[in-house]
Nanobody, 121 residues
Framework: VQLQASGGGEVQAGGSLRLSCAVSGLTTIDNFMNWFRQAPGKEREFVAGIKWREGKTSYADFVKGRFTISRVSAKNTVYLLMNSLEPEDTAVYFC???????????????WGQGTLVTVSS
């Protein structure tokens, strides 16, 4: 099973990035795909999740309508569009699958390798 995250980089505050996570090696996609992030010295935290079949989404409160999670089923790929980025969003972003709706890292099943997002002020 492989979750390949990409799209990270450095952007100035107020800018945008779109992260991608391509899933391979699963006979069927887990029920949920999620994005987490981990800033230096902090615990990994939930950012957003999407129920694969229905496309129903959930977000952490700090997203404040700035981020959008989506998926393209035909490509087995989930995206995270991040707008109005703030320096506090600087972190390594991970995609992860889960069988249930989660809001903590403990509930995730498979993890991608992470992609670094750096937001400069």
């Amino acid at each position: 099973v492989q979750l390949q995250a990409s799209g990270g980089g450095e952007v100035q505050a107020g800018g945008s990035l779109r992260l991608s996570c391509a899933v391979s090696g699963l006979t069927t996609i887990d029920n949920f795909m999620n994005w987490f992030r981990q800033a230096p010295g902090k615990e990994r935290e939930f950012v957003a999740g999407i129920k694969w079949r229905e496309g129903k989404t959930s977000y952490a409160d700090f997203v404040k309508g700035r981020f959008t999670i989506s998926r393209v089923s035909a490509k087995n790929t989930v995206y995270l569009l991040m707008n109005s980025l703030e320096p506090e969003d600087t972190a390594v972003y991970f995609c992860a699958s889960s069988n249930e709706k989660v809001n903590t890292a403990a509930g995730a099943r498979y993890w991608g390798q992470g992609t670094l997002v750096t937001v400069s002020s």
